[in-house]
């Protein structure tokens, strides 16, 4: 789509909602401009290599979400030594439409900008390096997944029956594009974690189940300690601990910490975030 006629999309959808006349948060980032706020983005030019990067079609932004909010995922690879951090940050709010900075490695040395609505739907994005390079248009990832069953049911772990929803779907058009998730029921204890996966691809079967369940701290935290094992072909399986918080983190986060042999990836929090980029004032 042209920038014009972005921005004339942008437009409606913000009348839609609003507007800019709505609330708006004091914080950094929160007194811009409708049209300078980096709400529309330029095209990119034809040889430009972020015609080929894309943002997430989807931002799940936690209750009470406010401008500066944060949460930082930092992976720490044992063999070579290496940490890498990525950052979701609040950085702005227009009426009903929120604007989220994505830093860090998965985005290929740049940092994303989205803007999404209450409801986290990913409306425009754009990406450029922090520094000295002007965001341009990027595109939306769409979700190609489609339910094919569901079914409620109770897993036997260590700590008991535990409800899960088991969901077969389809993520692309393939048909080895067929997954068979397993989460934690809503309105439980672990509802949305994963707690299994299979997935067939090339004649080789992929399994990932629950070996570990306990109710324990990491440090003085407590939480929800998981092991899940992944085995390929009925080979030898290699098993990941994952550390449920037992209220969700801001972005809908659950899991605060990961580890195995070759890495272990922490979560943080807290507010008061700064924007990759300017924000112009009004």
């Known amino acids: ?11 409606a959808l913000l ?5 800019p006349a709505g ?23 034809a040889n430009d290599p972020r015609r080929n990067t894309f943002a997430p079609g989807h931002i799940t932004l936690h209750k009470d979400a406010k401008v500066g909010d944060w949460l930082e995922h930092v ?13 979701t940050t ?16 998965r985005w290929l040395g740049r940092s994303l900008r989205v803007v999404c609505t209450e409801e986290g739907r990913v409306v425009s994005a754009g990406a450029a390096k922090s520094e000295g390079e002007e965001l ?9 997944t489609t339910v094919l069953e569901t079914a409620e049911i109770e897993l036997d772990t260590p700590m008991g029956k535990v409800k899960a929803t088991r969901q077969k779907v389809q993520t692309g058009p393939d048909a080895d594009d067929v997954v068979t998730r397993i989460s934690g029921a809503k309105g439980g204890p672990f509802e949305g974690v994963s707690l299994g996966r299979e997935s067939e691809h ?4 992929m399994d ?13 935290r407590p939480c929800f300690k998981l092991t899940l094992e992944t085995t390929v072909s009925g080979g030898k399986g290699s098993r990941v601990d994952y550390f449920v918080s037992k209220t969700p983190l801001f972005f809908g986060e659950r899991i605060f910490k990961r580890a195995d042999s070759i890495l272990e990836e922490t979560v943080e929090q807290g507010s008061g975030g700064s924007p990759a980029f300017p924000l112009p004032k009004q």
């Open 1 to 11: 789509m042209h920038r014009a006629a972005l921005g004339v999309a942008l437009a």
């Open 15 to 19: 009348a839609s909602l609003g507007g």
């Open 23 to 45: 609330a708006q948060d004091s914080k950094p980032g929160a007194d811009v401009a409708p049209t300078s706020s980096g709400m529309t983005f330029p095209e990119p030019a």
């Open 75 to 87: 992976k720490t690879r044992q063999h070579p030594k290496s940490v890498a951090k990525e950052r």
């Open 90 to 105: 609040i950085v702005g709010r227009i009426g009903k439409l929120w604007i989220v900075d994505e830093t860090g490695p």
């Open 136 to 144: 341009v248009a990027i595109k939306i990832k769409e979700d190609h």
């Open 202 to 205: 090339d004649g080789r079967k």
């Open 208 to 220: 990932e189940h629950l070996v570990g369940l306990e109710d324990t701290k990491d440090g003085d």
